[in-house]
């Protein structure tokens, strides 16, 4: 009877292995470790991609196993890449302010370092006061462990408040909307401790690291790819038992799970916070990949795309959600940057930077109307022609 | 016997209308009892109060030998105290293979941490085999929920209920939309079920009603009319009125 899950869920592996396999391949051809036909930049964009299907495996799980649509999981995956940014940036700034003022006549006092570091980060916003939501940033240590305590915690007083007054469908939708929309406009704020607009940036710095970016981005590149092994493995583990099949009653028939003596609100709860927890791990390792982070990213817009790549990808299946993650932020890397070709009609020449949302939104309608069951669905169809 | 279930002068109205007005109801360990009535007497109301979904405007609910009350209580709560419900129509999760029904229904911890960590047991598996046997179902263990006829879904639904080992049985018109024969085994299903605890049927059907061969309780208008025998319910002048209309 005890057979490892992994043997009786053979997608896990095959998913694990084409991970390995797109991993050692990508490391092959890279700048730094490898013979460099892949730029630095486009591990980055690879790096981040897998990010991406990490806070995807975890939108799947909330939405597509629990039937939660959560428009915040963009929030949280944001509050992530803020908090190790955070002392990224104190970091790195205190090792540039201490060498130039060791230049001087007499070693700076601590206070003075202070200041130096002070002036330099909240400068562009007037200040030159540490805000007390830096008090831990000096400590990589601390910093970590708020990636995940500070969304978590977040997701669980909302979660509880939200879920005990028994909010359920759109409502809950529009609920976690306004929570994320309320948590952009205030780190839009100057005087939010987070440098207003301006965000974080110098984030793909390592303090006191003089490796090339070739480098360094490949250690990012490789541990994104090992946490979407993590994420994507405990995730196949919590849903293969009886946990998985409590949920997806949840999802079908809320009430139903209730008169078998579960208690619902308990369950939503547990899965809204560890997913939040999840995707705040993938934005702590998106950010230093993508060197800057500011209040733009947290906007509900994000979360309503990650809606879509879980969507079009399949939900309710893990891989699905990896799948529609990986295509459509790549496709959409493509096709914003300017590289795919634009179409000349004659009288009107289509430009994909300003079309590629209309043809991302005509894809979600089609997927919607045409195969509710996503890209990962198609999978299902060649089973079964396989096995007929 | 002692009384396992006690609801004593209970009233709910919704947006004026009285459903349930100063109803009282008793019912002891392994007994089976019959609720019938016309539309509108109450019936679903009743399970809703028993079952924590409605909350009463007064009156009392009192359970089992430490006489709890279950007014203090949610839903899970109540089902975790051993009181199973059964709807009107049949609801399974019907993404899910009836062996998976049945594993969520069995009873044991239901917390959080508990269910995650649950694998099942050699002895949790027969325990599947042995419900789904008994409610004919042994066959069908497999197959997704949603692919079984109506009937069987009915039976799915009170062996998950079975699997609950509940002390009270609630049960919503278990035979409505069922064959001649589906009906003579469910009923066989439900006195079986009433020899080691309580199961209460609301049922129009007075056919199936007769054979389940027990304790009749009449509502009208959120009140208990008459209460006895089939027969002697039936012969009731009051029931007649209500039934024929006056």
């Known amino acids: 009877m005890r057979t490892s899950f992994i043997a009786k869920k053979p997608s896990v592996l095959v998913f694990l292995l084409a991970l390995a396999a797109f991993t050692i391949a990508v490391t092959i051809l890279s700048e730094g470790f490898g013979i460099g036909v892949i730029s630095t930049s486009f591990i980055k964009t ?15 799980l909330v939405w597509g196993f629990t039937g939660i649509l959560s428009l915040g999981h963009f929030a949280f995956f944001g509050l992530g890449g803020y908090m190790i940014g955070m002392w990224l940036m104190y970091e790195r700034t205190r090792l540039i302010v201490s060498e130039a003022l060791m230049q001087g006549q007499i070693p700076p006092t601590d206070a003075e370092v202070i200041e130096g570091i002070g002036n330099q980060i909240f400068g562009v916003v007037g200040s030159s006061e540490f805000p007390i939501v830096w008090a831990f940033a000096d400590s990589l240590g601390l910093q970590l462990l708020l990636v995940v305590l500070v969304p978590g915690i977040l997701a669980l007083i909302f979660g509880w408040l939200a879920f005990r007054s028994r909010v359920t469908g759109v409502y809950l939708s529009i609920l976690t909307q306004a929570m994320t929309l309320a948590l952009a406009l205030y ?93 705040a791990i993938a934005g702590a390792l998106y950010y230093p990949q993508a060197g800057i982070i500011n209040p733009a990213e947290v906007v509900p817009i994000a979360s309503i795309y990650l809606a879509v790549w879980v969507a079009i990808g399949g939900r309710g299946r893990l891989y699905g959600a990896v799948i529609g993650a990986g295509f459509v932020s790549l496709i959409s890397t493509w096709f914003t940057g300017g590289q795919a070709p634009d179409i000349n009609l004659g009288f009107y020449t289509i430009k994909w930077v300003d079309w590629w949302l209309v043809l991302l939104g005509l894809s979600f309608v089609a997927v919607t109307l045409f195969a509710p069951k996503g890209i990962g669905g198609l999978f299902d169809r060649l089973k079964k022609e396989g096995g007929a | ?24 109801f008793q019912i002891a360990d392994a007994e089976l ?25 007064e009156g009392r609910v009192i359970w089992g030998e430490r006489s709890v009350s279950l007014l203090r209580m949610n839903e899970a709560q109540i089902a975790r105290e051993g009181i199973g419900r059964k709807f009107q129509k049949p609801t399974v999760f019907e993404n899910q293979t009836v062996r998976e029904n049945f594993l969520m229904a069995l009873k044991k911890d239901r917390g959080v941490l508990s269910v995650l960590l649950f694998r099942p047991s050699k002895a949790d598996h027969e325990q599947v085999d042995a419900l789904a046997e008994q ?23 009170i062996g998950m209920l079975l699997a609950q080992e509940p002390r009270l049985l609630l049960v919503d018109e278990p035979a409505a939309g069922m064959t001649p024969e589906e009906r003579e085994h469910t009923s066989e299903l439900l006195v079986q079920a009433a020899k080691t605890r ?43 009125d209500v039934y024929l209309g006056r």
């Open chain 2, 135 to 157: 409610v004919g179902m042994l066959a069908e263990l497999d197959r997704l929920a949603g692919e079984l006829s109506h009937g069987q879904k009915q039976w799915l639904e």
């Open chain 1, 187 to 279: 780190l839009f704020q100057n005087d939010s401790g987070l440098r207003g607009n301006n965000g974080l940036s110098g984030l793909q710095n390592l303090p006191g690291v003089e490796t090339p970016q070739s480098i360094v981005s490949m250690w990012f590149f490789l541990a994104s790819a090992l946490a979407l092994a993590l994420g994507y493995t405990l995730a196949a583990w919590i849903v293969s038992g009886k946990f998985g099949s409590v949920i997806r009653g949840i999802r079908d028939n809320e009430t139903r799970v209730r008169f078998l003596g579960y208690s619902v609100e308990g369950f939503k709860l547990a899965v809204f916070t560890f997913t939040a927890c999840i995707a």
């Open chain 2, 1 to 24: 016997m002692s009384t396992l279930l006690e609801v004593s002068g209970v009233s709910v109205s919704f947006d004026g209308f009285k459903a349930i007005n100063n109803l009282s």
């Open chain 1, 46 to 60: 690879l790096g981040k991609t897998l990010c991406l299907c990490l806070i995807a495996v975890a939108m799947d």
């Open chain 2, 198 to 240: 309580a199961v209460v049927v609301v049922e129009h059907d007075m056919e199936f009603v007769r054979r389940l061969g027990c304790k009749v309780t009449v509502l009208h208008e959120g009140a208990v009319l008459a209460e006895g025998s089939l027969d002697h319910v039936t012969s009731n002048s009051d029931v007649i």
């Open chain 2, 33 to 57: 009892r019959a609720v019938i009535g016309p539309n509108g007497a109450g019936k679903t109301t009743f399970m809703d109060i028993v079952t924590g979904k409605t909350r009463p405007d």
